[in-house]
Nanobody
C-alpha cells in the first residue's frame, strides 16, 4: 500500500518562502510520477506542479511559474515543493499525489493520480 505523508506547511507572511516535503512509502518511488495539488476553501483542487522519472521533466501551473519549483530525491523517496514569493492567494491545503509513470509527462487532472497524501495547510497573510 502506497502512503504519502506531507509536511512543511505553516503560516507565513506575503513574500516569504516555504518548502513542502512529501515522503513516500510502500511502493517503488523511482517509478512514480509525483505531483502537488492545492485546494483553497470553496474551490476545486487544482494542479500546482509535477515531476516525472527518470528524466525529471517538470510542469508548473501558470499561477506559480517563476515562484515555485518541484524537485525529488529518489534516494529519500521524497518530493519537494519549493515555494518563494508567497502570496495570499497561495493559501490552501497542499496535497501530494503519485501515479506510476506511463511515459506521459503532462498530467494535470486529479483523477489521473492514484495515491494521495492527507494534505498540509499553507496560510499566507498580507
Amino acid at each position: 500500500q502506497v502512503q504519502l505523508v506531507e509536511s512543511g506547511g505553516g503560516s507565513v507572511q506575503a513574500g516569504d518562502s516555504l518548502r513542502l516535503s512529501c515522503a513516500a512509502s510502500g511502493g517503488t518511488f523511482s517509478a512514480f510520477m509525483m505531483a502537488w495539488f492545492r485546494q483553497a476553501p470553496g474551490k476545486e483542487r487544482e494542479f500546482v506542479a509535477s515531476i516525472t522519472r527518470p528524466e525529471f521533466d517538470r510542469n508548473l501551473a501558470d499561477s506559480v511559474k517563476g515562484r515555485f519549483t518541484i524537485s525529488r530525491d529518489n534516494a529519500k523517496s521524497t518530493v519537494y515543493l519549493h515555494m518563494n514569493s508567497l502570496k495570499p492567494e497561495d493559501t490552501a491545503v497542499y496535497y501530494c499525489a503519485a501515479r506510476y509513470y506511463s511515459g506521459t509527462s503532462y498530467v494535470v487532472r486529479r483523477e489521473s493520480y492514484d495515491y494521495w497524501g492527507q494534505g498540509t495547510q499553507v496560510t499566507v497573510s498580507s
